[in-house]
């Protein structure tokens, strides 16, 4: 096993030596500088998604792991489009969840709204940006 810094989670490191083996695909990782560290990876049949988040400041540790399998079908698709919508979730939050692009939720989303089956809804959706060197939150109110 690769020697990695003691801030890594065991079973980070563990998928990581599974994506040097072929067992992932389309793996990241990122480090913020509040002590977070997520990773995701798709399975190397493209059928499962891994994401695995770790936060930790002042002694407080926070873990979590989400397991996703591709919806069998586009029936299967809608209904979880459908719900993760209803949550409020984004579309590109949503794509991730469905592992599908952000415009084909945004079809389906269009598509449900035809069969009337949901209801235009607002959302608040912060991304951060960086500008001459320094990083900012940009908050933009959608209506999907």
């Keep these: 096993m690769a020697n990695y810094p003691t801030k890594i989670p065991k079973e980070i490191k563990d998928i990581v030596e599974s994506i040097n083996n072929g067992d992932f695909k389309n793996a990241k990782m990122e480090w913020n ?4 560290v997520k990773f995701s990876a798709d399975s190397s049949d493209g059928n499962s998604r891994i994401i695995m988040q770790k936060h930790e400041f002042s002694g407080i540790s926070q873990q979590s792991k989400t397991d996703i399998t ?3 079908g586009k029936e299967d698709r809608l209904q979880r489009v459908e719900l993760l919508h209803e949550q409020g979730k984004t579309q ?8 599908t692009s952000q415009k084909t939720v945004s079809n389906d989303i ?4 035809k069969k009337k089956l949901l209801k235009a809804q ?8 960086i500008i001459d060197g320094k990083s900012y939150s940009v908050s933009t109110s959608k209506m999907t």
């Design 33 to 36: 500088d509040d002590g977070s």
């Design 70 to 72: 591709k919806p069998l």
């Design 92 to 99: 590109t939050e949503i794509s991730t969840y469905t592992m």
């Design 110 to 113: 269009k598509e449900l709204k």
């Design 122 to 129: 607002s959302y608040q959706e912060t991304t951060n940006e």
